[in-house]
């Protein structure tokens, strides 16, 4: 089967290659893709911006069918419509894994970049990672899934956005789209804030209700901001419009060090805070945001590329283009 290879350093080593299908083993499933999202983690891999272990097949935002189960105690999966946690192993020993807390495991092992992903027909992953997706959900949504899943980790788990906060998020790609609904669920008064080139991807969140902005944020005027460019510039924003006391949540990967006025976190007290990958909670809370229908996620997806197609698709994501494009591998 084809599949997108992360095969060695720098991006020009991620290539389309012929690889075996996988057979599932016992307590794992093999599924069938029907799309996996193009994430900005993705294009970290690519540049060797973010830790993975060559050769893999990249692709963590995963949406497909249970095609077969290595165990026959897990038939009923068979058939199902199915969205993917992203661990394939964690080592369930050290302090992390024993608080609960497997996403912050140092020997955690994920679809995309230790093991291997969803840019290709088939992935095989442990029967623990699926959830199954509502009936009424739209053909293409549910690879939104997984981006959710991170944003609940980061907003949810505890609480940041209380009914009434001034809510200023930066960046209105899928992370600051799908933030800014969480974050007005909760009862925020949120503002999505962008450049003028980002015009078209603001009005998808202004159709959705969130309010939207291309001019610089007033200063000290946001009780929450949420930081989902991945820039230095975005996250210096961010923190020039927090009110003193306020929260200041980090959702972007940076990819690189970055200069920051931290010196403001001092002046005005915040609080700051994060979130990585996700865990069953947060994965639970993005499932019931979806079925409850407080967030809307068919709009952010921009488009599907053929996996044939996938570098100039990787080239649009890099450059900020649209919000969500997912490539079709089948």
């Not at 029967?127 to 739209?138: C, F, Q």
């Amino acid at each position: 089967m084809k599949a997108i290879v992360k095969a060695g350093l720098g991006p020009d080593a991620v290539v389309l290659q012929e690889i075996p299908e996988p057979v599932a083993a016992p307590g794992d499933a093999r599924v069938r893709v029907i799309a996996t999202g193009i994430c900005g983690t993705d294009i970290h891999v690519a540049h060797d911006e973010y830790p993975c272990e060559p050769p893999v097949v990249m692709g963590h935002e995963i949406l497909g069918v249970v095609e077969s189960v290595g165990d026959s105690a897990d038939a009923a999966w068979i058939g199902a419509r199915v969205a993917c946690e992203t661990y394939y192993s964690t080592c369930e020993k050290c302090d992390w894994c024993r608080a609960g807390r497997r996403n912050l495991c140092p020997n955690r092992r994920s679809l995309g970049s230790f093991r291997n992903g969803g840019f290709a027909r088939f992935v095989v992953m442990p029967v623990i990672n699926l959830h199954v997706l509502p009936n009424d959900l739209g053909e293409l949504d549910g690879v939104l899934s997984e981006p959710l899943s991170c944003v609940t980790q980061c907003l949810l788990d505890p609480p940041i956005v209380n009914a009434g906060d001034r809510v200023l998020v930066t960046g209105p790609g899928a992370m600051g789209q799908l933030a800014a609904q969480v974050a007005n669920a909760q009862g925020g008064t949120v503002v999505l804030a962008g450049l003028d080139k980002d015009a078209e991807r603001l009005a998808v969140a202004a159709s959705l209700g969130i309010g939207t902005t291309t001019s610089m944020p007033e200063a000290d005027s946001y009780d929450v901001v949420i930081e989902c460019s991945g820039s230095a510039r975005g996250a210096a924003t961010a923190l020039h419009a927090a009110r003193r006391g306020a929260r200041y949540v980090q959702v972007g990967i940076f990819g690189r060090d970055v200069t920051l006025p931290l010196d403001l976190v001092l002046y005005k007290e915040l609080s700051v805070t994060s979130g990585f990958a996700s865990t069953p909670v947060s994965w639970r809370r993005a499932m019931a945001l979806i079925e409850q229908g407080l967030v809307t996620l068919g709009p952010l997806v921009t488009r599907a590329v053929p996996i044939d197609e996938f570098r100039a698709a990787f080239d649009a994501a890099a450059a900020g283009e649209g919000i969500k494009t997912v490539i079709t591998p089948s």
